[in-house]
């Protein structure tokens, strides 16, 4: 999974079919879902994975409502297709099936 580099490359990107994955290298729940997130991305091609840094980017976790993490965001062509953002530990079927809706 790519990490993200810059707001103008998530503006960029945005413009894509693409999940953004808001994490942190502190953060337990975050690193819970590492061992399997490979094998969801191979399950959904059709998205591009994106790792945000909490920490690095937390100017745009606030303007997105980001405050829990890990989160996903998803956009296709500028807009928002779906968001599944909590404080809460996520296991792989909740990640797939937030997937599977957008």
Not at 9 to 29: H, I, N
Not at 30 to 48: A, L, Q, Y
Request: proline letters at 3%; glycine letters at 4%; one cysteine or more.
């Amino acid at each position: 999974m790519e990490n993200l580099a810059s707001i103008e490359q998530f503006e960029q990107l945005k413009q894509e079919k693409v999940v953004f994955k808001f994490t942190a290298g502190w953060c337990p729940d975050c690193h819970f879902i590492d061992p399997f997130m490979g094998e969801v991305e191979e399950k959904f091609k059709e998205f591009t994975f994106i790792s945000v840094d909490r920490d690095q980017f937390i100017d745009l976790c606030i303007e997105l409502d980001i405050f829990g993490i890990p989160s996903f965001l998803a956009y296709e062509n500028g807009a928002e297709k779906g968001r599944f953002v909590s404080k809460d530990r996520k296991t792989r079927e909740e990640i797939e099936k937030f997937l599977q809706s957008i």
